[in-house]
């Protein structure tokens, strides 16, 4: 089975300083993936790469089977509508309507007419329930769980097979993280996407997760379920997994 996402040895340097040295991950189809790490452990650094924001200074990575870096920009622009990004706080244009925030990528392609553009827009609004009314409005106008919903929308506007996910419930109170996390287990569970996110929520990633990927001394010191993980001797995991809340929220007392 074609990974949806392989990292070989990969190593980043910024000045004289190493983020990442020899660090591997594979996330099978249709997993959900959560990343977690200390601050300053690599997380959003190793998340970029994962994107195509930044490359690594050394060291491979494969996007559903593909180079993600390398071959042209046409084939790098085709590998790159396979996969959609959800960013930490929605980067929805301010300017730009709901409607035309999700329309963005689909315009972008030059292959739709205005029609169907629309007949998606609406599909994707239905799909992250949205209501049609929601399409003229302004980001300035949209609650923090609203802005979410749209940039999942946008995320989704191409029909992606794997979606990446930079802190999906930052910022939202605990009942409006709890529906956002239902809403993309559903939607992963219904269009077949395979979902990786970084977070340092243990609710989010107790709801989503099937593994778990520990970053910490420069590489993944861990790759299972939670169960499995919280059992490894490691100071980060100790702190971050069995700490009063965290057993809370993984159900552990």
Same mark, same amino acid.
């Given at each position: 089975?074609?990974?949806?996402?392989?990292?070989?040895?990969?190593?980043?340097?910024?000045?004289?300083?190493?983020?990442?040295?020899?660090?591997?991950?594979?996330?099978?189809?249709?997993?959900?993936?959560?990343?977690?790490?200390?601050?300053?452990?690599?997380?959003?650094? +190793? %998340?970029?790469?994962?994107? /195509? !924001?930044?490359?690594?200074? &050394?060291?491979?990575?494969? $996007?559903?089977?593909?180079? #993600?870096?390398?071959?042209?920009?046409?084939?790098?622009?085709?590998?790159?509508?396979?996969?959609?990004?959800?960013?930490?706080?929605?980067?929805?244009?301010?300017?730009?309507?709901?409607?035309?925030?999700?329309?963005?990528?689909?315009?972008?392609?030059?292959?739709?007419?205005?029609?169907?553009?629309?007949?998606?827009?609406?599909?994707?609004?239905?799909?992250?329930? +949205? %209501?049609?009314?929601?399409? /003229? !409005?302004?980001?300035?106008? &949209?609650?923090?769980?609203? $802005?979410?919903?749209?940039? #999942?929308?946008?995320?989704?506007?191409?029909?992606?097979?794997?979606?990446?996910?930079?802190?999906?419930?930052?910022?939202?109170?605990?009942?409006?993280?709890?529906?956002?996390?239902?809403?993309?287990?559903?939607?992963?569970?219904?269009?077949?996407?395979?979902?990786?996110?970084?977070?340092?929520?243990?609710?989010?990633?107790?709801?989503?997760?099937?593994?778990?990927?520990? %970053?910490?001394?420069?590489?993944?010191?861990?790759?299972?379920?939670?169960?499995?993980?919280?059992?490894?001797?490691?100071?980060?995991?100790?702190?971050?997994?069995?700490?009063?809340?965290?057993?809370?929220?993984?159900?552990?007392?």
């Amino acid at each position: 089975m074609t990974l949806a996402i392989s990292v070989r040895d990969l190593s980043t340097r910024f000045g004289e300083t190493w983020v990442h040295r020899g660090l591997n991950l594979d996330v099978e189809r249709g997993e959900l993936v959560a990343l977690v790490g200390g601050s300053g452990s690599g997380k959003t650094t +190793l %998340l970029r790469q994962l994107v /195509g !924001l930044s490359e690594p200074t &050394l060291g491979r990575i494969l $996007i559903l089977g593909e180079p #993600l870096f390398g071959g042209g920009i046409a084939r790098e622009r085709a590998l790159r509508q396979r996969f959609g990004v959800l960013f930490q706080q929605g980067a929805l244009f301010s300017a730009f309507s709901v409607f035309d925030n999700i329309a963005f990528p689909l315009r972008e392609l030059k292959r739709f007419d205005e029609a169907l553009i629309f007949d998606l827009v609406m599909l994707k609004l239905d799909l992250v329930e +949205l %209501l049609p009314r929601h399409a /003229g !409005l302004l980001p300035s106008e &949209l609650s923090g769980g609203m $802005i979410k919903r749209v940039a #999942l929308a946008r995320a989704l506007a191409l029909e992606p097979e794997l979606l990446l996910l930079d802190e999906p419930t930052a910022g939202l109170d605990p009942d409006r993280s709890d529906s956002f996390v239902r809403l993309i287990r559903t939607l992963g569970a219904e269009l077949g996407l395979t979902v990786v996110l970084v977070t340092h929520d243990v609710d989010t990633l107790a709801g989503l997760s099937t593994r778990v990927a520990v %970053l910490a001394d420069q590489r993944i010191v861990a790759y299972d379920s939670v169960d499995a993980v919280i059992r490894i001797d490691h100071p980060f995991i100790r702190n971050f997994f069995l700490s009063e809340r965290s057993r809370r929220a993984l159900h552990q007392d």
